[in-house]
């Protein structure tokens, strides 16, 4: 996938950051709840129980203290677009990862603990302008942080779904942007104006090659609500599988945007 060419739309720094806190508060919560035998449950996440599910939240977050340890970048190299063509390739290290980090600690509260003070911590030293090395190259803090929250959301989905009643509730500014980033990374994946993709209330692209629609009612839309678009976007529900339970709506030929999906492996 080559750089993202259109400019990211911006977000809120202080409001990504409360996003941020809230949701890996919100698992935290959660988290305490759990059971030997609910921690062992399997995930949805190839090969990984509960446990390392939980331990892969709180690596996600500590993802921001181990960008902060390396000398800063002297530009910019990236933009907050580009992050979600480039997680696919650490799938193996990041399992590894994972995998040692619920072996090291048992007591997953403590841990967590932990990663919340060191991260609360972290952003009141840090301004948001810094730049951090990320694996897709140089972002600013506040550009990292969009995308934690990307990880937070998609794994307190993944969270709920191994373990039915937790209900682990997603913070709506944690919500909004991670529909707006992979809302805007099917625009850069298909660029076009030919499909208007609707996620309300937070996100609508144009994307897909093909005559690009200029007023009226578009001939082709798709539009769902935000946590099936997250869960489409991400690969955790088939196009085909959403559209047949009516959990999204796609009228016009250019409408079929199943095989543009996932847009974050």
Not at 146 to 154: F, G, H, K, P, S
Not at 177 to 195: F, I, N, Y
Request: proline fraction near 7%; include cysteine; charge should be negative.
């Amino acid at each position: 996938m080559p750089p993202a060419r259109k400019r990211p739309r911006s977000y809120d720094p202080a409001r990504t950051r409360a996003a941020v806190l809230g949701q890996f508060g919100a698992v935290r919560d959660a988290v305490r709840r759990l059971d030997g035998e609910q921690l062992a449950r399997p995930t949805r996440l190839d090969g990984w129980t509960v446990r390392e599910l939980v331990a892969h939240i709180g690596m996600a977050v500590t993802a921001v203290h181990r960008a902060v340890a390396l000398p800063a970048p002297a530009a910019a190299d990236a933009v907050l677009l580009d992050w979600p063509f480039a997680t696919a390739a650490n799938s193996a290290a990041i399992d590894a990862f994972t995998r040692d980090l619920a072996a090291e600690h048992p007591d997953l509260d403590a841990y967590l603990a932990d990663v919340d003070a060191s991260l609360r911590d972290l952003l009141a030293e840090q301004r948001g302008t810094r730049l951090l090395r990320t694996n897709v190259g140089a972002l600013s803090l506040d550009d990292y942080l969009v995308t934690r929250a990307v990880e937070l959301v998609v794994h307190t989905d993944d969270l709920n779904a191994a373990v039915p009643g937790l209900d682990v509730p997603l913070d709506r500014q944690a919500l909004a942007a991670t529909t707006r980033l992979l809302a805007d990374a099917l625009a850069v994946k298909a660029p076009g104006g030919s499909t208007e993709v609707r996620v309300p209330p937070y996100a609508v692209v144009q994307c897909v090659e093909g005559p690009r629609h200029t007023r009226g009612t578009p001939p082709n839309v798709v539009e769902t609500d935000p946590l099936t678009w997250v869960r489409l976007a991400t690969g955790r529900l088939a196009w085909r599988e959403a559209l047949d339970a009516a959990m999204v709506s796609a009228s016009g030929e250019r409408a079929d945007i199943g095989a543009l999906l996932p847009v974050l492996t």
